[in-house]
């Protein structure tokens, strides 16, 4: 069995390329596209996990509010359109196997971490699904006995801005080893102010610590001083990179699928 992860959407963006990339996703995902081995492959996916950044950035302008009223009155946000491109891409995943939804910076949630789970009113169509299941960021779960932990990849990001360390796998092992998935917060990372208990601290060792909306894919594992064993996965993200990542249940590895679709450029090129 697999658990396909992927990060980024972007929907809301301006890249086409993107949204073809991902409709290949959906299809090989959904049994509709490939030859009988890519497709008995995809029946063998139990879970995906979309790990934030469903939406663009670009669904983010706040220009709207330094308007005057009578300026702005028929128009509506960028996000409107956007969520309900997800709220079909969720329809067609929910369909034929089972989803896990985290919330990325630029998704319509809370924006200090813990992320709150998206609500499921902005789904009309596909929250009737038992199969969707909209989960907080950070995520953890537990998948036939395999134990998932990861975030849409914020703890990361802020991490790089301000440390030498160049490599988001790097990174990653790093804060597995200190035993904490958000050492920047609340200093330079919002985070709700618990007082009597830190919920970012790893109390228990995950099988597989993934973290999204990296610049590209990577994944390594590790071992730990008891014999643990860890895959460490940075998840990329998938409008610029078309790439998502097979985890495989019993082994432990992990493989990217990349999806890419003809351009102008390369029709001009060729």
């Not at 028929?74 to 079909?88: G, R």
Request: glycine share 8%; aromatic share 8%; charged share 15%.
């Amino acid at each position: 069995r697999y658990v396909l992860l992927t990060s980024g959407l972007g929907l809301g963006g301006a890249s086409g390329d993107s949204l073809l990339g991902l409709q290949l996703l959906l299809d090989l995902v959904t049994g509709q596209a490939g030859a009988e081995e890519e497709q008995g492959c995809a029946a063998r996916i139990s879970r995906v996990i979309l790990a934030g950044n469903l939406l663009s950035e670009n669904t983010q302008s706040k220009d709207f509010l330094n308007k005057a009223k009578y300026l702005s009155k028929k128009t509506q946000a960028a996000s409107v359109d956007a969520v309900k491109m997800l709220d079909e891409i969720l329809l067609q995943l929910s369909g034929s196997v089972f989803v896990d939804v985290m919330p990325g910076a630029y998704d319509p949630t809370n924006y200090v971490l813990p992320q709150q789970p998206l609500h499921r009113c902005m789904f009309p169509q596909a929250s009737p699904y038992s199969t969707l299941q909209l989960v907080t960021n950070p995520y953890e779960a537990d998948i036939d006995g395999v134990r998932f932990l990861g975030s849409s990849g914020q703890n990361i990001t802020d991490i790089f801005k301000y440390c030498s360390m160049q490599d988001y796998l790097e990174i990653l092992e790093w804060t597995l080893q200190v035993g904490h998935l958000c050492p920047t917060a609340p200093d330079t990372l919002g985070c709700y102010p618990f007082h009597a208990s830190d919920p970012f601290i790893l109390r228990a060792c995950p099988h597989v610590y993934f973290c999204g909306s990296a610049p590209k894919f990577s994944c390594k594992e590790i071992e730990g001083p008891e014999g643990q064993r860890v895959l460490l996965l940075t998840v990329p993200d998938f409008s610029n990179t078309q790439t998502a990542c097979l985890v495989n249940l019993r082994t432990l590895q992990c493989q990217p699928i990349s999806f890419s679709g003809f351009s102008a450029d390369d029709e001009s090129s060729d």
